[in-house]
């Protein structure tokens, strides 16, 4: 399968010359990496760890509107407009990223057409990607879009082992919830059920998927 991540669609010679303008920052779990309407003063290229991209919802609820891990470009869409970030970015473990400027990032652009290239392809797909969620969101139940939701996060970061398709990402039942658009409990009661049937098992950091086939069709 094609590398759908921005690090694995870049070519070698394009890693190293991001890897000469970038710093490599480490950052502990639970800080925000970049804050909501703020002004972009910085680009990331995660090299390990995970992060979500969360925004505020009604009352003040958290909506985790994305999971961010090893080879994924984060800030780049503020750095490029020069508007407000539309989501914040929290650590949900240690990370460790290339740290570009927002000045350091555009040049790299103008510099480097491949480079562009190579970013307008994220955010393109990024955006099928999202129009493909709400169309499923609206044609499916709450425990179509978390399987929905698990396969995708299996798709894109899972490691196939002799155990199944293992997603080591720590997010948590109200994180996926969040993405999905559902209650706490919807997400609980669904991921409950996929235990129980052996299709899926979580544990601290850690969900493995021992069925993906029978995943899909758990909701149909």
Request: glycine fraction near 10%.
């Amino acid at each position: 399968m094609a590398s759908t991540d921005f690090w694995g669609m870049l070519d070698p010679t394009q890693r190293e010359v991001i890897r000469a303008a970038a710093l490599v920052r480490r950052f502990r779990s639970g800080t925000v990496l970049m804050s909501e309407g703020d002004r972009a003063r910085s680009v990331l290229v995660i090299v390990s760890g995970w992060a979500k991209v969360t925004t505020a919802g009604p009352g003040g609820h958290e909506a985790v509107l994305n999971v961010c891990g090893p080879g994924d470009i984060i800030g780049e869409i503020a750095a490029m407009d020069g508007g407000p970030r539309s989501g914040a970015v929290i650590a949900v473990d240690v990370v460790t990223a290339l740290y570009l400027t927002a000045e350091q990032f555009s040049r790299l652009l103008r510099g480097h057409p491949g480079i562009a290239t190579v970013v307008s392809r994220v955010i393109t797909g990024r955006l099928r990607a999202a129009d493909a969620r709400r169309r499923q969101f609206a044609d499916r139940t709450t425990a179509g879009r978390i399987v929905e939701l698990l396969a995708d996060l299996a798709d894109r970061y899972g490691v196939t082992t002799s155990d199944g398709v293992v997603v080591a990402l720590r997010i948590s039942q109200q994180d996926i919830a969040g993405m999905v658009a559902a209650s706490r409990e919807a997400a609980a009661r669904t991921l409950r059920a996929l235990r129980e049937a052996g299709v899926i098992s979580t544990a601290r950091r850690r969900l493995t998927i021992h069925r993906p086939e029978a995943l899909r069709t758990f909701a149909d």
